[in-house]
């Protein structure tokens, strides 16, 4: 049985072994062992943190191509709300899919549109559960598997909506095959992402057999394309259907305005969501409803696959959503149709959100307790320097590799540097030494003998 994909990729003939990514991997899934880096797959998130750290490009996402397109009798794109962001906030969305279109899909459908329904089941769910708090968006996949393998007791806490790209595929499908009388599984609906752990969850759904989303397509990859376009681009026809909050969705800040909730957290960047999370274990964020939590500085704009400075990105967005203000999403007709379904759990998300034990020392609680002690003992005898030249991120995870077999105590170089030293010491004690049947000199008994004769 194959283990779980990941779409981060490490490229070994680019990788120098510079220890940039171990320093800023949040779940520490990273070590440099013989000069290059190693992924633990269970304890990688796909948060995309080590491509954007890494100086040496030795990183890379797994995506589809457009030569995917093929595969099916009719394409539809998803594009992300990030995509818009990734131009002037004077490029209307219309124009953007346009050029989509103009690259080979047949039709576009928004995920800002799915953030629109998201929003209202999100809202539903809020409002209908109050047992838990503070409930955490899953919108954000990384997220998610954050949760999974670092804070298992806070699953409960996760809202378990369908993100926007799901429901974006969903309805993309629903409507499409109604309309044109193609079966489903002709139909490709391919998210263009801004992150690689989206992809990671498209290829893990797609094998569970749950094909709203049949791939996914780097924003890095279609920019260059729709910016080529678009300067050549007449007025498009209107396509587009999602509201300005369901556009914001694509910045930190814009899932929780839609939604409309007063007593929320808005937290963005891996790092950050850990403290946030910390303090969510701790209980101390009883009185808060809502976090919006999500693994990229700005949120999707700063993905990992993105192209603008995601500071720069969320600008334009917002200005954009604010542009786009007007009538709400949904007609009457259309928010009850979405509720009922709602209730019939369409919207749930089809993913199991088990724990990932991936920081387990030993399956035996017993032999678990005994190598937390070893660890403890190993980590006084270590520098606390926290230098990561042994190739683990600081001194403890060398302890825990060390008492796990995946390190020795001569990986730290000042343990190493000591141990040269002594032995150096030791040698020079023993070239001093002359064995018993020497004389003062260093001469033998029979040499000395000799000499004495001949004298």
Aim: glycine letters at 8%; one cysteine or more; proline letters at 5%.
């Amino acid at each position: 049985m194959t283990g779980p994909f990941h779409s981060v990729l490490l490229i070994e003939d680019k990788c120098r072994g510079c220890t940039r990514c171990i320093k800023n991997c949040p779940t520490e899934a990273i070590r440099v062992r013989q000069g290059k880096a190693r992924i633990n797959a269970e304890r990688c998130t796909d948060c995309g943190e080590c491509i954007r750290t890494c100086d040496n490009h030795a990183k890379t996402a797994i995506t589809d191509s457009l030569d995917r397109l093929k595969d099916f009798k009719y394409t539809i794109a998803l594009p992300a709300p990030a995509l818009y962001g990734q131009f002037g906030p004077d490029v209307h969305p219309d124009r953007v899919l346009a050029a989509l279109i103009d690259m080979g899909f047949d039709d576009v459908y928004e995920v800002a549109r799915g953030a629109d329904v998201a929003t209202l089941v999100t809202r539903e769910y809020l409002r209908a559960h109050r047992e838990v708090r503070p409930m955490i968006s899953a919108a954000c996949p990384a997220v998610v598997r954050l949760i999974q393998v670092r804070f298992p007791a806070l699953i409960d806490h996760l809202i378990p909506v369908d993100s926007p790209m799901t429901c974006a595929g969903k309805l993309a499908k629903e409507s499409k095959s109604r309309e044109m009388g193609i079966p489903p599984e002709d139909i490709g609906a391919f998210f263009i992402t801004p992150c690689p752990a989206k992809v990671t969850w498209v290829r893990e759904a797609s094998k569970r057999g749950f094909s709203a989303v049949d791939g996914a397509i780097s924003i890095a990859d279609v920019y260059g394309e729709v910016f080529r376009r678009l300067a050549a681009m007449g007025e498009p026809a209107p396509r587009r259907r999602a509201s300005g909050a369901g556009v914001g969705w694509g910045g930190s800040g814009g899932e929780n305005a839609a939604v409309g909730l007063a007593s929320f957290v808005v937290v963005d960047g891996i790092h950050s969501v850990i403290d946030v999370l910390e303090e969510v274990e701790m209980g101390r964020l009883a009185d808060v409803d809502f976090i919006e939590a999500q693994a990229c500085v700005g949120g999707c704009v700063g993905g990992a696959l993105a192209v603008r400075n995601p500071f720069i990105a969320h600008v334009h967005l917002e200005k954009l959503a604010k542009g786009l203000a007007g009538p709400p999403a949904f007609t009457p007709e259309e928010e009850e149709d979405l509720a009922r379904r709602a209730r019939a759990g369409q919207f749930d998300m089809r993913q199991d959100i088990a724990a990932v034990p991936a920081f387990r020392l030993d399956q035996d609680v017993s032999r678990a307790i005994s190598k937390a002690e070893m660890i403890e003992k190993v980590v006084k005898d270590l520098p606390g320097l926290d230098c990561g030249s042994c190739g683990s991120p600081h001194c403890r995870a060398l302890a825990e590799d060390i008492v796990q077999g995946l390190a020795v105590d001569t990986d730290c170089v000042f343990k190493l540097r000591h141990q040269v030293k002594v032995l150096a010491e030791q040698l020079f004690d023993l070239a001093r030494k002359n064995p018993s049947a020497m004389s003062a000199e260093g001469k033998s008994e029979l040499e000395a003998e000799a000499e004495r004769r001949e004298g």
